[in-house]
């Protein structure tokens, strides 16, 4: 597979990390009801069938970690903006579920 970039995974404590530090962009790409029900504190909430159309709003100096569920959705995301020429893309190992299992915080919307 050529051509086909790699997706860079990230686990809870290396985004945690990264979010102290200020330096990541963090985005959630679930649905509008995913969302509502609970999210990482400080993401930026923009669905998946939305990256097409919103994805250019992204910054492309700083590290963007997607976040979906599961990390499926996620990981489609990292690829769609890697292809666009976004190299800083990365996708939170086993989404919002291994977030809340490393027992760290989510937030109502």
């Known amino acids: 597979m050529f051509g086909m ?3 860079k995974e990230v686990d ?3 985004v945690q990390r990264m979010q102290a530090e200020g330096e990541v962009v963090l985005v959630d790409v679930r649905t509008e009801a995913e969302f ?3 999210a990482i504190p400080g993401a930026k ?5 939305l990256l097409p159309l919103a994805g250019e709003q992204l910054p492309k100096d700083k ?4 976040y979906c569920r599961s990390g499926a959705r996620s990981a489609q995301a ?3 903006m890697a292809n666009k020429g976004y190299d800083q893309v990365y996708n939170l190992a086993g989404g919002i579920i ?3 299992r490393a027992g760290l915080a989510l937030a109502a919307a």
């Open 78 to 80: 990292c690829l769609f």
């Open 45 to 49: 909430f923009m669905p998946l069938h």
């Open 36 to 38: 509502a029900a609970g």
């Open 63 to 66: 590290p963007v970690v997607f």
């Open 12 to 14: 809870p404590h290396t």
């Open 5 to 7: 970039p790699s997706i």
């Open 98 to 100: 291994n977030w809340a």
